[in-house]
């Protein structure tokens, strides 16, 4: 994506489907730090490479923002997995005004094109894809975060079963804050920092828990530098980018959580029934016990 003028990358990159533009600029939400897509001016750049997101109303955005994003005549490289949003990107690029070359490689569709003179529906699909407040959640939310339209059925379920925690704590990839809501019902806290990597469920959270015991972290929350917590509560997430089961993702999660805790500090999850998650937990922590079981989920108390 030889061209003059920045490039920008969104998303996570494999050089084995194309190669990676050197010297791009990040504008992905889950890279901490990354410029915001939503706040590029306008024509401000020469090229973009961006693995488009599964979810439509997320991806239809994504690729909206993209094409404001780039200049007239500015090239846009997009790819994803055939069976995740891939297979659409044409018709949807298409549908945007978009003259474009298509091809596909390792299971995943790549389009190249360049950015029109007009865009057309661009405006209806950045819309799409922005926040807006659920009333079937009673919150903020946004397409493409995690159970971004509905209530997490684990979730629910470790809501139900946090117990008591005094002092303070963290909510470890929090979202759009749900769970952190129910842990800041409870008077007994004294603080909860809300970690998340993507800054859009940050961003939601801060709207959503408006308690000034709670404190905000865009953040890998397995580097994110807490220490000497009374407690931590978290789903942990088990699937990589692509989608796929990634168990060890999960056993590094309930690591970092146990590094993050004082001696005696404990750690209450849910987790999909399946994951086997024991032989982690009894490595880190002195004692783990399952509190509950149901709609095919766990829920765990581990202590420090």
Known sequence: MASEGRTGRYGEWDEAIHPRPAGAVELAPTVPGAQALEEVEPGSFAAIALRAPPNTLE????????????????????????????????????????ALAETSRRHHRVVETTRPAVVAGE?????????????????????????????????RLLAAHLGSLPGRGADLVAGIGLLSRAVLARPEVAS?????????????ARRNCPDPRASFVWADARV??????DFVVMNPPFHGTDG?????LGQAFLRAAAAMLRKG???????????????TLGESFASATTLAEAEGFKVIEARR
């Open 192 to 204: 909860l920092t809300l970690v998340d990597i993507d800054r859009r469920a940050v961003a939601c």
């Open 244 to 248: 796929e089961e990634e168990r060890a």
């Open 123 to 155: 405006a209806e699909a950045i819309a799409g894809g922005a926040t807006r407040f659920l009333d079937t959640l009673g919150a903020w939310s946004q397409p493409g975060l995690f159970s971004w339209d509905r209530e997490d059925p684990g979730t």
């Open 59 to 98: 991806r239809r955005a994504v690729l909206a923002l993209a094409l404001r994003a780039l200049q007239p005549g500015g090239r846009l490289v997009a790819l994803g997995p055939k069976d995740k949003g891939g297979s659409r990107l044409a018709r949807e690029l298409a549908g945007f005004g978009c």
């Open 265 to 279: 500090g404990v750690c209450r999850l849910v987790a999909n029934r399946h994951l086997p998650y024991e032989a």
């Open 224 to 229: 994110s530098g807490l220490t000497a917590l």
